[in-house]
């Protein structure tokens, strides 16, 4: 399992960069379609999507607090819910404007990393009872915002994509 302080690094770390490079692009440049994910996605679906994840391990962390089954359990039915709930997420916010965009993906990530923060030693390694293949919140927390690349690195796996987009509008 990650530790709490190990989590918070890695999320900050990933968070300074991918706001550093959202703030290179004005408001056009963010909300610019087809020019992330694979060619779907504005930069400002991509804050939205980041900032979604965030949004569902805070719900998870309340809920476990509560003694409740985190929501997000609800949508993980069947093959290709991820695909679906991030569909779901990036039209939520589609008409959002950028500004509002990025200051819910700055709420969520300060919110996020305070919360776990504030957590103790013993909540963070606390069961997770809602998924067989989870041990503890944090490991389901790192699940909620992993990639392939692991644990909490989820940011990261959308950094190649967004550095060349912004590279592309800088030359």
């Known amino acids: 399992m990650t530790s709490r302080d190990e989590a918070v690094g890695l999320l900050e770390q990933q968070h300074i960069v991918v706001a550093e490079l959202l703030d290179e692009l004005d408001a056009n440049a963010l909300a610019a379609p087809g020019t992330m994910g694979g060619g779907e996605w504005s930069a400002k679906d991509l804050a939205a999507h980041l900032g979604s994840w965030e949004e569902f391990s805070l719900e998870t962390m309340d809920a476990l607090a509560r003694g409740e089954r985190p929501p997000i359990e609800d949508a993980f039915d069947g ?90 509008i800088s030359r």
Request: charged share 30%; aromatic share 8%.
């Open 79 to 168: 093959d290709g819910a991820t695909d679906r709930i991030n569909e779901r997420e990036v039209r939520r916010f589609l008409d959002a404007d950028p500004e509002t965009i990025l200051a819910r993906f700055e709420d969520l990530h300060r919110r996020l990393v305070g919360a776990i923060r504030g957590m103790s030693d013993e909540a963070w390694a606390a069961a997770y009872p809602y998924d067989p293949d989870v041990d503890t919140l944090g490991d389901q927390v790192g699940g909620l915002l992993g990639s392939d690349a692991g644990a909490f690195m989820h940011a990261s796996a959308h950094l190649p994509d967004l550095r060349a987009y912004v590279d592309s």
